[in-house]
C-alpha cells in the first residue's frame, strides 16, 4: 500500500475526446508524476509537478496536461484522444524530503476506440 | 540519453529453480535503481530500491545488486515459485533537471509448477 490512489481504474473514449484522470497521494508529497505504459513496454515518463507547476516534460505533445493541487491531488488531462493513447497511465508521488523515492498509484487503464 | 535494458526479455523456468534478471544502463550517472513487479493488468509493486550510496539490497528470496560502474543491476530469485509468474521492470532515477524513473521492458517471468 503506497497511499497513492488513482480514479478512474478503467476508462473508455472515443477518439477525438477528452480525458481527466485523478491522482490523489499522501500528506507532504508536493511531487508528482505521470507515467504512460503501452502494451507490452515499460512506463514512460509523461511530466512532473512540483508545487504546482510543471517541473520537467518528456517527449509528449501539448495535448497532454496536468494540474496539481494544493491538497496533493493532481490531474492528467488528455485532448483530441488518439487510438494509441491506449494505455495504462500511472502517477507517483514523492516526499518533499526525498524526491528520488517515487510511489506510485495503482494505475487508471485508457481504452481509446 | 539514459536508457535501460532488460534481457532476457522472457523467461520459463521449473518451479524451484534459482533465476537472475539482468539490466543494463546506459549512463552511470543514476541516482537510485529499482526494481518492481507487474502482474497482468496491474500498477507496479515496489520489490527492491537500491539507493545511490548502496551496492545491493535483500528482502527475502530477492536480491538486487548495483554496480554503477558497469551500468549493470541484476536480480536474483532463490527457489522460484508458480507466485513469482510475472513482469520484472528495472527503472533507473536519473536526476538531470528532474527525478525521474527510466524503465527498461520489463521480463516477463513464467514459473511451471
Known amino acids: 500500500e503506497t497511499g497513492v490512489t488513482q480514479s478512474p481504474t478503467h476508462l473508455i473514449k472515443t477518439r477525438g475526446q477528452q480525458v481527466t484522470l485523478r491522482c490523489s497521494s499522501q500528506s507532504g508529497h508536493n511531487t508528482v508524476s505521470w507515467y504512460q505504459q503501452a502494451l507490452g513496454q515499460g512506463p514512460q515518463f509523461i511530466f512532473q509537478?512540483?508545487?504546482?507547476?510543471?517541473?520537467g516534460r518528456g517527449n509528449f505533445p501539448p495535448r497532454f496536461s496536468g494540474l496539481q493541487f494544493p491538497n496533493y491531488s493532481s490531474e492528467l488531462n488528455v485532448n483530441a484522444l488518439e487510438l494509441d493513447d491506449s494505455a495504462l497511465y500511472l502517477c507517483?508521488?514523492?516526499?518533499?524530503?526525498?524526491?528520488?523515492?517515487?510511489?506510485f498509484g495503482p494505475g487508471t487503464r485508457l481504452t481509446v476506440t | 540519453k539514459q536508457e535501460v535494458t532488460q534481457i532476457p526479455a522472457a523467461l520459463s523456468v521449473p518451479e524451484g529453480e534459482n533465476l537472475v534478471l539482468n539490466c543494463s544502463f546506459t549512463?552511470?550517472?543514476?541516482?537510485?535503481l529499482q526494481w518492481f513487479r507487474q502482474d497482468p493488468g496491474k500498477g507496479l509493486t515496489s520489490l527492491l530500491l537500491i539507493q545511490s550510496s548502496q551496492r545491493e539490497q535483500t528482502s527475502g528470496r530477492l536480491n538486487a545488486s548495483l554496480d554503477k560502474s558497469s551500468g549493470r543491476s541484476t536480480l536474483y530469485i532463490a527457489a522460484s515459485q508458480p507466485g513469482d509468474s510475472a513482469t520484472y521492470l528495472c527503472a533507473g532515477i536519473t536526476t538531470s533537471g528532474t527525478y525521474k524513473y527510466i524503465f527498461g521492458t520489463g521480463t516477463r517471468l513464467k514459473v511451471l509448477a
Open positions: 507517483a508521488s514523492s516526499h518533499r524530503d526525498k524526491p528520488y523515492e517515487q510511489y
Open positions: 549512463d552511470s550517472a543514476i541516482y537510485n
Open positions: 509537478y512540483y508545487r504546482e507547476e510543471e517541473n
